[in-house]
């Protein structure tokens, strides 16, 4: 496996996707009713890992790394957030909350790694054949 050369181009891409990605979090986030249970941050992280997982769906992904790492790392890396996901099951226990922090430590995980294998499972099918002309 050859490395490719770290340009600054491909890190101000990233930073960019990492910036959009950051943004689309924190509207879902104000979007969302105020509730016990934290269902903005699992959806945002469990959305964010399929579309991870299905990323190389897209031919222009496969193609170009630098898309890749926009989308990948950057616009996805800035809209999962585990250190909400942390923070927030950490609140849950101390506020006495300790079977919904667990609930929510395991839903995300599950849901998480469910997404993420769903997506690389449907990003594995064959290409359309309109896709490849």
Not at 19 to 26: D, I, K, M, P, Y
């Amino acid at each position: 496996m050859t490395r490719r050369p770290l340009r600054a181009v491909d890190v101000l891409l990233v930073a960019a996707g990492g910036a959009v990605g950051a943004v689309l979090r924190h509207l879902v986030d104000v979007a969302a009713p105020d509730t016990l249970f934290p269902w903005p941050t699992l959806a945002i992280n469990v959305v964010g890992a399929f579309v991870l997982g299905a990323l190389p769906i897209l031919a222009v992904v496969r193609r170009s790394p630098r898309v890749a790492a926009t989308l990948g790392p950057g616009l996805l890396g800035g809209f999962t957030t585990v250190s909400a996901w942390a923070g927030q099951t950490r609140d849950l226990a101390a506020g006495g909350h300790v079977v919904v922090a667990g609930a929510y430590l395991a839903l995300t995980l599950a849901a998480g790694l469910s997404a993420a294998a769903l997506g690389q499972h449907l990003s594995g099918r064959p290409e359309p054949e309109e896709a490849v002309a």
